[in-house]
């Protein structure tokens, strides 16, 4: 497919996209609570982003079922939507996604069902400081192995797990572009990162070992030895300084 750079115009369209994903992860993380279920949530998600002229970017996308990923404690990613209730003590992470115009926004968070333990605080912490770094590293003039080190060494120095086999990516025309962006690796290394591109970055991270491997239902991607995740992600613009969240809260 090849680096797509995006033009002022298509930027604009983004940003747009991405206020309707920061709306909607907005309206699911009030929505969350003991008792509700993902199924629920899923609802929400997608009369969320119709009322604003948009459609879901997930729904159908490779044969996806649903508008959101919901996943539970020990589930990485693509967490299928059903009928189970949330619980207190647990976490999801709400993955959403905005087609608008002909143009994509990406974000998700990881919440807290009620009151969870510490060191689940801290596994949530050290993901929104991973994604920090990553949004830190990503500007103009940098390589790819800047933001896939920056992430890893904010993860690891607080003595959690960085997920290898899944990663962030560009976003735009499509849900999924290049390059691929990688939670850890070295730094000044990959591509070339130019103003105009548009990355999703994501860090899932976990409590136990990086491993993963994905449930029977073809999607939903689960750490290896049963320990919790947690995923964040933003949209980001490329500019010659510091990189534009498009998917802001």
């Keep these: 497919m090849g680096i797509v750079i995006k033009s002022a115009r298509e930027v604009e369209i983004m940003r747009q996209a991405g206020r309707i994903v920061a709306q909607t ?3 699911l993380s009030d929505a969350v609570r ?3 279920t993902t199924r629920e949530l899923d609802d929400l998600t997608y009369r969320t982003i119709t009322k604003q002229g948009a459609s879901p970017s997930f729904k159908g ?3 996806y079922p649903a508008s959101l990923c919901a996943s539970i404690n020990d589930e990485v990613v693509h967490g299928i939507p059903d009928k189970r209730l949330l619980k207190e003590g647990d976490i999801v992470s ?4 905005a087609y608008y115009k002909g143009l994509h926004g990406d974000a998700a968070v990881t919440v807290p ?5 510490d060191h689940i605080v801290a596994l949530l912490d050290a993901g929104k400081a991973g ?15 800047d933001i896939s080190s920056a992430v890893q060494i904010t993860v690891e120095a607080v003595g959690f797990a960085v997920v290898r086999e899944y990663t962030g990516h560009g976003v735009g025309r499509n849900l999924h572009e290049d390059p691929l962006v990688p939670n850890v690796g070295e730094p000044g290394q990959g591509t070339l990162l130019r103003p105009g591109m548009t990355l999703a970055l994501e860090p899932m991270i976990n409590v136990g070992g990086w491993a993963v491997q994905i449930k029977p239902n073809g999607w ?3 750490t290896r030895d049963g320990s919790w995740s947690a995923h964040f992600e933003h949209s980001v613009a490329i500019t010659d300084g510091e990189a534009e969240i498009l998917t802001k809260m």
């Design 94 to 97: 709400l993955d959403v996604g």
């Design 113 to 117: 069902v009620g009151k969870i333990s």
């Design 25 to 27: 992860l907005a309206v």
């Design 34 to 36: 003991p008792g509700i």
């Design 61 to 63: 996308y490779r044969g």
């Design 220 to 222: 939903t991607v689960v």
């Design 131 to 145: 994604l920090a770094a990553a949004i830190a590293a990503a500007r103009g003039g940098a390589r790819v192995g």
